[in-house]
């Protein structure tokens, strides 16, 4: 039991307020199922690519289509990794803004331990890329960063279904946290040339837009004009374009002015950003992202050889070592470093294991990862390698983190009927219950 004040020592993954449990549980149920479709297509793709029709495969990808005057008459393989990751990163700007305006992440000792584990993350993985790679490869050290968070939730929806509430928001905030870190080194890193006038002019729109969205416009007819232009814009000026994606969602406010009163039912989250959230969450997960899976993950195998072969190339073991190695090693000696500094103690009824665990699974870099191999090395022969290293690295993570997490089962079994327990005594239903 904690004793008082004076002797109560911080913890390290203790349980959310009840509002904000119930808005990540809904998010992890949206992304579990985005998770399973994102698998479907990436199988879809491999298999396709590996058939005998496997040239059908490359020629679909290759269809133009779009406004050859507006410059956009892209290929359909562009058009899933600029425009419908857009969509991807649009709603991880709006998930990430709200976090640290209205959610549990403003409490500064809340957000200090996911912020961290993220920039471990990120940095560890790319020195580790490095050392393995380096030379002329090194242009593909930000591939191993970023973790993918659907295909994550959909092992823990196979594997760790009881895995405690806090667990599964550490790890929801670290992917949105490192997917912002991402799209800042894809903005910086992997623009290729720079135009300033495009890049200049879509401020307009996106000003536009953010009038429109203060103003509490919701009606997807005169919102989309201004955030496609600003995406068109952007995506010309050589920036990449799922940085509009970003830039739009933090213009949208995340309280609403609507007094309280009346139901008593509103919250502080209640904004904007909540409304877009729920409305373009399934369409990023079961939409964007699957497809964006389907035309990057088919990739010829070449049978065990070439596989063996592939995973030969400095690049590929890189990208594996940066996914198996750094990202646990860096979110573990992040997270151990604040916990060394604040003196907080992880709690109860949780281990270092349990955080190994989860630190292997955020070694899963599934789609941020091809998009900045395709970035980084093209989509050529060169990029083969990339994407059966990100595909062997990622499958290893969720194996190897299915093993240490099982290990763990019955403990997360019974903290699990604990916050049942307290979720009925408090009138609030298990957030986790499958219906």
């Known amino acids: 039991m904690p004793g008082t004040s004076a002797t109560r020592v911080p913890r390290l993954f203790n349980r959310s307020t009840w509002p904000e449990a119930r808005r990540i549980a809904d998010i ?12 479907a297509a990436a199988l879809a793709a491999l298999i396709w690519a590996n058939s005998p029709w496997a040239q059908t495969y490359q020629d679909l990808r290759a269809i133009e289509v779009g406004p050859a005057a507006l410059h956009l008459n892209l290929d359909l393989a562009t058009w899933a990794a600029d425009g419908l990751l857009a969509i991807f990163f649009f709603v991880a700007g709006l998930e990430l803004k709200r976090e640290f305006v209205a959610g549990d992440l403003r409490d500064v000792r809340r957000a200090v331990v996911p912020v961290a584990a993220a920039v471990g993350g990120v940095a560890v993985p790319a020195l580790a890329y490095l050392a393995v790679a380096g030379g002329t490869a090194a242009r593909g050290w930000a591939i191993p960063t970023a973790t993918d968070i659907a295909f994550a939730l959909a092992v823990l929806a196979v594997i760790g279904r009881s895995l405690p509430d ?34 200049l002019a879509a401020v307009v729109p996106l000003a536009i837009f ?26 010309a000026s050589g ?23 009346g139901t008593g039912n509103a919250t502080e989250g209640s904004g904007p950003a909540e409304h877009f959230e729920h409305r373009f969450r399934p369409l990023s997960a079961g939409v964007a992202v699957p497809v964006f899976a ?6 010829g195998l070449g049978g065990l050889g070439g596989a063996a072969g592939a995973l030969s190339d400095p690049v590929a073991m890189g990208i594996v070592a940066g996914l198996l190695v750094g990202k646990p090693v860096g979110i573990l000696a992040a997270t151990w470093l604040v916990a ?43 990029a083969a390698p990339v994407k059966i ?21 019955r ?22 219950q499958q219906p």
Do not use: Q
Request: charged letters at 15%; proline letters at 3%.
């Open 340 to 382: 060394r500094f604040t003196r907080a103690t992880l709690d109860e009824g949780l281990a270092w294991i349990d955080m190994a665990g989860l630190s292997v699974l955020a070694g899963i870099g599934f789609t941020v990862s091809l998009l900045v191999g395709e970035l980084a090395f093209g989509t050529g022969e060169a």
């Open 239 to 261: 920036v990449h374009a799922t940085v509009a994606g970003v830039l739009l969602a933090l213009t949208v406010p995340v309280l609403s002015r609507t007094p309280r009163g």
């Open 294 to 299: 389907f035309f990057s993950a088919g990739v």
């Open 166 to 199: 806090a667990l599964r928001t550490f790890l929801l905030t670290l992917a949105v946290v490192d997917d912002l870190i991402a799209i800042i080194i894809i903005a910086t890193f992997y623009t290729s040339h720079l135009s300033v006038l495009p890049l």
């Open 389 to 409: 290293a990100v595909l062997a690295g990622s499958l290893t993570a969720a194996l190897l983190a299915t093993v240490i997490l099982r290990l763990r089962a």
């Open 28 to 39: 992890l149920r949206k992304e579990t199922i985005g998770g399973a479709l994102l698998l």
């Open 411 to 432: 403990v997360y079994r019974r903290i699990h009927e604990s916050e049942t327990a307290d979720s009925d005594n408090d009138g609030i239903p298990d957030l986790y």
């Open 210 to 235: 953010a009038v429109l969205v203060r103003r509490g416009v919701r009606a997807w007819w005169l919102l989309l004009p201004p955030a496609f232009a600003c995406w068109a814009l952007v995506h």
